[in-house]
């Protein structure tokens, strides 16, 4: 199994940058890919990100293109998403996804607040 713990969620003011962190734990030599999806109140879940376990094949959403970056962490078996521009509407909780063969976890989320 799979373990996730994500991090680095706050508050922030529009135009801001966070750094959010998922590290995985487990059977982390199974892991595919990671995603990052982020779900506001009353609306509904959307992908913002998806990385392959080498890193080699990154996907974005369409909303966070330019302004989001994914990338394997400098802390062993971590995914950070680095968000830069930061705009109201990025509110949301951030989940942390990582897919093997044959299952799927998630983490409990990180709150993401941008406000002035």
């Known amino acids: 199994q799979v373990q996730l713990v994500e991090s680095g969620g706050g508050l922030v003011q529009p135009g801001g940058s966070l750094r959010l962190s998922c590290a995985a734990s487990?059977?982390?030599?199974?892991?595919?890919?990671i995603s990052w999806y982020r779900q506001a109140p009353g609306k509904q879940r959307e992908l913002v990100a998806v990385?392959?376990?080498?890193?080699?094949?990154?996907i974005y959403g369409d909303s966070v293109k330019g302004r989001f970056t994914i990338s394997r962490g400098d802390a062993k078996n971590t995914v950070d998403l680095q968000m830069n521009s930061l705009k109201p509407e990025d509110t949301a909780v951030y989940y942390c996804?990582?897919?093997?063969?044959?299952?799927?976890?998630w983490g409990r989320g990180t709150q993401v607040t941008v406000s002035s």
């Open positions: 487990g059977s982390i030599i199974s892991i595919n890919r």
């Open positions: 996804s990582a897919v093997t063969v044959g299952a799927s976890y």
């Open positions: 990385i392959t376990s080498g890193g080699t094949t990154i």
